[in-house]
Structures are given as C-alpha cells and as structure tokens.
C-alpha cells in the first residue's frame, strides 16, 4: 500500500468528521501515526545489534525525528534503503564530518500546526518556518516529499465573523506558501466550525 497521501488524506477525514475528538496537535498526531502505520506495515533490519549479535528492526514510521541541525519534524516516513545502515540508538548514522552523525533520508516530512487563538500574523510566522524547513529538507534531498496539515480547531461562539476571516486568510497564505515551496498542502473543513 504504502500511500502517505491516503493516510494524511483519511486523518483530514476524520477530523472533519470529529473535529472536537481530535483538536489538539497531540491528537493529530497520534492520528497521523495510526493512520500510516496501516500503510507501512513492514519491520526492516537496522545496523544495530543487541548483546549477542541479533540485529534490532524498526518501520518506517516514526514521530519527532530530529531535523539535523535543530528542531524535529512531526511525522515522518524513512527511505527503505538506508535504514540497514542506521548505527545509532537515536535513529541516525554515523559520519565522519562533526557531529558525527545524520538523519536518515526520508521519504515523506510531514509537519501538523494546529490553530485557533492567536492572531493571523503569528499564525503566518508560525507556519511559514515549518513550510520552509519542510521546503529546505526537499531542496538538499533530505526528504523526497513534503506535507503540511494545517488544522483550525474549533471556534467559540465569541469568535464570530472575524476570527472566520482571519481564519480563511490564514489557509489561503498556508495554501499560496505551500504550493511556493513546492509542499504537499492539507486542510480540514473548518468553516462549519464556526457558529455565527
């Protein structure tokens, strides 16, 4: 199987059915990791070895994988091909150059950014740094496909007709700077979440 875009789409799915179920960027994240480990079923050998010489497995799924240089990335899926060669309990391997270790190549970084409270250019800046990082890791071939999830969680009754708008003008940036940087864009039906 293995369709990243069918698990993100199926997570976008469900939170749209239950958006009050699954509100906080945990949430989500729980949700995206279920969702792609019925696509990467599969245990692969890594590099590493226990006492007695027996090799560890891990999938391909992982959640907060380091980014490198700092930072994490919420979701990501591994490139099979190197993941044979990951000789660190952190999920890296080794290198000569400082520091002495790198991320493994990926095949899918996803990023989650939940919003809702705060005011449209904090939202922007917010998004835009995952947008570019995801953006970045595609450019130096870090990862071969890159996703973003952007969630507007549900409203009160206080927030009315402006805090909708500010909301539509958030998802229209999120889309323009994701189809800019050449990242996958995801969002859930949010209008109906708004009482007027």
Known sequence: MEDTKGAINRVIGLINEMPFVFSTEADIQGLVYRELLKEYTRDYPTGLTDSEGERYYTNRVHMEYFRGE???????VFCEEEIASIDTYWLAIKTSESPN?????????IEIKTVGGKGKEATFNEFAK???????LVKEKKAKEAHF??????????????KRMEMDEAEKRAREKCEQNDVQFYCNDYKKLFIL
């Not at 700092?70 to 990501?76: K, L, M, S, Y």
């Not at 270790?101 to 970084?109: E, G, M, S, T």
């Not at 995952?130 to 970045?136: H, M, N, Q, W």
């Open 130 to 136: 995952d947008i570019e990082g995801l953006s970045k």
């Open 70 to 76: 700092r930072g994490r990335i919420d979701a990501v």
């Open 149 to 162: 999830l952007f969630v507007i969680r549900p409203q009160t009754k206080k927030s009315r007709m402006k």
């Open 101 to 109: 270790y790198r991320p493994i190549k990926l095949q899918d970084a």
